[in-house]
């Protein structure tokens, strides 16, 4: 699994920013009102701790305080504790947090100790950045791609077909695919005969996977994925409009499902 870099995080207000602005020029909401109106919530000052954990590849600098300006910018009363791990957990709910944000190497939880819902970061991840793509005001028809097919992939192409989309995919994991096909009812893209779309969604950990063909002018691309899935060339080239950022918004899906 591709773990987030102190890199990734720098001036993570501003890249929150940026993201909120293309999101709202795409679908005519910001961030908090594509979650509320996912969800059906909105925060009442709920207390967040933020614990960091020092297991497997250990402490990712930025990390922590990164979620604690996200929790600020979407109005959480948050803190991070001062104490790792299990010492960390107990300082939090010590000291009141309702819901206790926490990651290791492989998941990174949402807990809402008071109502007892839990979240997970890929699939909200992949359902709020799905969800954003399928409200683009100028798309063109309900055809929408979706390009990787995982752990955050498969829910948010899950959303899209929920929707009434109809749902393009491709995975080279041909089991990954064949998964998407059988239950959802993708249709699997044709790399050898492409064809274009004002709507994609993408989930990879590789650079350049969307293929030039696929591309229509001023195109939404919303995409979790890092690196980026297109060419800072092919953006300009089709006037693109990128969503994409490293942690806020994935973060955000979290914690109005967790309300
Ligand atoms: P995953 O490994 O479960 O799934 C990625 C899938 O992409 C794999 O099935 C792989 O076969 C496929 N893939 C690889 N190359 C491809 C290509 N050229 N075309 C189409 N598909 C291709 O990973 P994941 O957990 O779903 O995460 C995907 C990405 O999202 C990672 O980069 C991860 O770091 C990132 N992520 C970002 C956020 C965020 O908030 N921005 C949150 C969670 C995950
Ligand atoms: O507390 C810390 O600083 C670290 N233990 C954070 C680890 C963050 N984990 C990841 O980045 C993993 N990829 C798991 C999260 C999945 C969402 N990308
Ligand atoms: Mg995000």
Known sequence: MALLTPNDLININRQLQEADSVVQKVTGLDIKDVCQALYGTSPLSEKVGIVPVTSGNGIIGNFSASLHAITQYFGFDSFVTDMPDVSGYYEAVQNGAEIILMADDHTFLAHNIKNGKMANNQPCTGVIYAEIASRYLKADSKDVLVMGLGKVGFPGAAQLVQKGFRVYGYDPDARLL??????????????ANPKKFSTIFEAT???????EAVLSENCVLSTPGIPCAISEELRKKYDVQL???????????????VL
């Open 205 to 211: 950990p590789c650079a350049n996977t969307i293929p």
């Open 178 to 191: 064949k998964r998407a096909v059988s239950d959802l009812g993708v249709i699997p893209l044709d790399p």
């Open 243 to 257: 969503v994409a950022e490293p942690l806020g918004i994935g973060t955000a899906s979290m914690l109005y499902s």
